[in-house]
């Protein structure tokens, strides 16, 4: 059976943009940084974004007040509950929904926060909440080959013939290829491949490369 996996953060849709708008939000007339060079000085996986924002401020030389952590966070909370796919990645769970492709999802993070997000996501027309597996929900995480092992299991799925696609190297794309599985890099932020690291089958950058790719494999 041929299956694809998919990460949620910055995968199924960008991260950078509720991290920015709540940044306009709440930055803009005080600081004249811009948003997004903030979202790229704070990038840091795997870290609450109350940190990822101290950190981006710091290395611009400003220290924020907590008060404007805090009011940071709230206004982060609620751009959160406006994510989308866009329309790249709803063409690309739709071809797969079309050929008959198990899709399915392995995420990182707290339950409650990422099953939101797959709420918000409407993921549900593509992907049933059955096929959705949270690290915070299992007590392991990516890149851990065993939540990789936990989805072959669950999913009945040949390693031969699945494809995980993430965008950080460091959970995803070595997490899938020591599991044994195949991998495509949807790498956003053009980020280098780590020295001495196996590469993944496919690197793209963005949504159109990575239906071109999916198009090109599976479309007979």
């Given at each position: 059976?041929?299956?694809?996996?998919f990460d949620?953060?910055d995968t199924?849709?960008?991260?950078?943009?509720?991290?920015?708008?709540?940044?306009?939000?709440?930055?803009k007339e005080?600081y004249s940084?811009p948003s997004?060079?903030l979202f790229l000085?704070?990038?840091?996986?795997?870290?609450?974004?109350i940190?990822?924002?101290?950190?981006?401020?710091r290395?611009?030389?400003i220290?924020?007040?907590?008060s404007e952590?805090?009011?940071f966070?709230?206004?982060?909370?609620?751009?959160?509950?406006k994510i989308?796919?866009t329309?790249?990645?709803k063409?690309?769970?739709e071809f797969?929904?079309?050929?008959g492709?198990f899709?399915?999802?392995i995420?990182?993070?707290?339950s409650r926060a990422q099953?939101?997000k797959v709420?918000?996501l409407?993921?549900?027309a593509?992907?049933?909440?059955?096929?959705i597996i949270?690290?915070?929900?299992?007590?392991?995480?990516?890149?851990d080959?065993?939540i990789?092992k936990?989805?072959?299991?669950?999913?009945?799925l040949?390693?031969?013939?699945?494809?995980?696609?993430?965008?950080t190297?460091?959970?995803d794309?070595?997490?899938?290829?020591?599991?044994g599985?195949n991998?495509?890099?949807?790498n956003?932020?053009?980020?280098i491949?780590?020295?001495?690291?196996v590469?993944?089958?496919?690197t793209?950058s963005?949504?159109?490369g990575l239906?071109n790719?999916l198009?090109?494999?599976w479309?007979?």
């Amino acid at each position: 059976m041929l299956a694809i996996l998919f990460d949620v953060d910055d995968t199924l849709y960008d991260v950078s943009i509720p991290f920015c708008s709540a940044c306009e939000k709440v930055f803009k007339e005080r600081y004249s940084i811009p948003s997004m060079d903030l979202f790229l000085a704070g990038r840091i996986h795997d870290i609450p974004v109350i940190e990822r924002i101290r950190k981006a401020f710091r290395k611009f030389g400003i220290q924020i007040t907590e008060s404007e952590v805090m009011e940071f966070h709230e206004v982060y909370r609620i751009e959160q509950t406006k994510i989308t796919l866009t329309e790249g990645m709803k063409n690309i769970l739709e071809f797969c929904r079309q050929k008959g492709i198990f899709t399915g999802v392995i995420t990182n993070g707290f339950s409650r926060a990422q099953w939101n997000k797959v709420k918000n996501l409407h993921l549900e027309a593509w992907i049933p909440d059955s096929r959705i597996i949270v690290s915070g929900d299992e007590g392991v995480r990516k890149p851990d080959p065993g939540i990789f092992k936990l989805a072959e299991q669950r999913f009945g799925l040949d390693r031969k013939d699945t494809w995980f696609i993430g965008d950080t190297y460091a959970t995803d794309i070595s997490g899938a290829i020591n599991a044994g599985w195949n991998s495509i890099w949807l790498n956003r932020r053009q980020d280098i491949l780590p020295d001495g690291k196996v590469s993944p089958d496919y690197t793209v950058s963005d949504e159109k490369g990575l239906f071109n790719i999916l198009h090109s494999k599976w479309s007979d």
